[in-house]
């Protein structure tokens, strides 16, 4: 942001290192106006995708919540009363010095063995932006991945996660969904919350090449959030690493619904029906473990992948297709996301499915002992 503003030259460019050592000493405020007009619903969220690093949130001058964590996603709830009145309030979110958040946790932990004279264990936040064998020092503070308001009724998608396999020739999708109620919906005649309905939808083409489509539903109780749909795909095409085969894909839809078929909430992606099995013992005398896609042992021809910029910010799906192509072009079949960098976006996963690349992804956690004392114990917690 300083940079294109024009206040401080590009850090990785020529020897500006130097000129940007004091942006993660600093604290920093940023604002805007959000519109938080309901619209008829009954819940208005202020999403945060990512926020780097340790945060104050405030609507009107209201504290509506604090972070520490550069890993997580947050979201809170935007309905604060606050003294403005009207459908517009000012958000405010102030970042405080990683240093600063770092030197708290230390003092608390004790001194840890570690390669660098920086404080990385001491904090939720990307390893390398304090500096590594291979990169520069430039440490961060502000959103680093969207903000947004969302408003819904009802109930909502919380999360879903989709684990595939393949038994016996049919592809199994496992969509372990959970949701979450607006606590504010319509009650029925027995003074009850109403059951939601989740329907998947998986889409494709067979071995044969003929058009398929399977779906299953699942009924949620008002007492239950949580629940595994399976979908069944006869004769699936199945997904292999670079090298061994093809990449077929197919389509999901994730639909929260009502009872009377009301769309609540949608989720679409895109997957690749394979069983993978990993041996970590494979003769008992310590040789590296196996790997095994569809039944077959792969040969691993993989690379290590650090953030493609100390400033993660800048990265998009052009520069993820170009850099990840590139690996594909050498005969890479795997990529092992680094320790000291990030979870990585929905981007990345999805064009290492599309290239055929298997991902291997490290804790956030690299070339040092690391504190078990809160907070960083519940954090590393609620990134898992």
Do not use: F, K
């Given at each position: 942001d300083l940079e294109r503003e024009g206040l401080l030259p590009d850090p990785t460019f020529h020897l500006n290192e130097q000129a940007a050592k004091w942006v993660g000493r600093a604290d920093w405020a940023y604002r805007r106006t959000v519109d938080v007009d309901p619209r008829g619903h009954e819940r208005v969220d202020l999403v945060c995708d990512g926020l780097d690093t340790?945060?104050?949130l405030s609507l009107d001058g209201v504290v509506v919540g604090?972070?520490?964590?550069?890993h997580r996603r947050y979201r809170f709830d935007a309905r604060v009363q606050t003294g403005s009145g009207g459908t517009t309030k000012d958000l405010e979110i102030l970042f405080e010095s990683p240093y600063r958040e770092a030197g708290r946790v230390a003092a608390k932990a004790g001194s840890m063995p570690g390669p660098y004279d920086e404080p990385f264990p001491y904090i939720r936040k990307m390893a390398s932006n304090f500096g590594w064998d291979w990169g520069l020092t430039a440490v961060t503070s502000g959103p680093w991945r969207p903000v947004a308001i969302e408003r819904w009724s009802t109930a909502r998608l919380r999360e879903v996660r989709?684990?595939?396999?393949?038994?016996?020739?049919?592809?199994?999708?496992d969509a372990h969904i959970t949701v979450e109620r607006s606590g504010m919906n319509d009650l029925d005649q027995d003074g009850e919350d109403d059951d939601l309905v989740l329907v998947v939808t998986v889409s494709g083409e067979t071995e044969d090449g003929a058009t398929t489509r399977q779906r299953s539903r699942a009924q949620l109780t008002p007492k239950d959030d949580e629940t595994v749909v399976t979908v069944r795909v006869p004769e699936a095409r199945r997904w292999w690493p670079r090298g061994?085969?093809?990449?077929?894909?197919?389509?999901?839809?994730?639909?929260?619904?009502?009872?009377d078929g009301e769309v609540l909430d949608r989720d679409t992606f895109r997957t690749g029906f394979r069983s993978t099995r990993i041996e970590t013992q494979v003769d008992g005398i310590g040789r590296p473990f196996a790997v095994h896609v569809n039944g077959t042992l792969?040969?691993?021809?993989?690379?290590?992948?650090?953030?493609?910029?100390?400033?993660?910010?800048?990265?998009?799906?052009?520069?993820?297709?170009?850099r990840l192509g590139a690996a594909a072009s050498l005969g890479t079949n795997l990529v092992r996301v680094w320790g000291g960098g990030v979870y990585e976006s929905r981007d990345f996963y999805e064009v290492c499915d599309e290239l055929g690349l298997l991902v291997w992804q490290d804790f956030p956690f690299a070339c040092s002992a690391y504190p078990e004392v809160e907070p960083i114990r519940s954090e590393v917690i609620a990134e898992a």
């Open positions: 340790v945060a104050e604090t972070t520490r964590n550069m989709p684990l595939v396999d393949v038994e016996a020739g049919e592809g199994v999708l061994y085969g093809a990449q077929p894909q197919y389509d999901v839809v994730v639909e929260l619904q009502t009872v792969v040969d691993v021809r993989g690379v290590n992948w650090i953030p493609d910029d100390v400033i993660v910010s800048r990265v998009d799906r052009a520069r993820l297709e170009s």
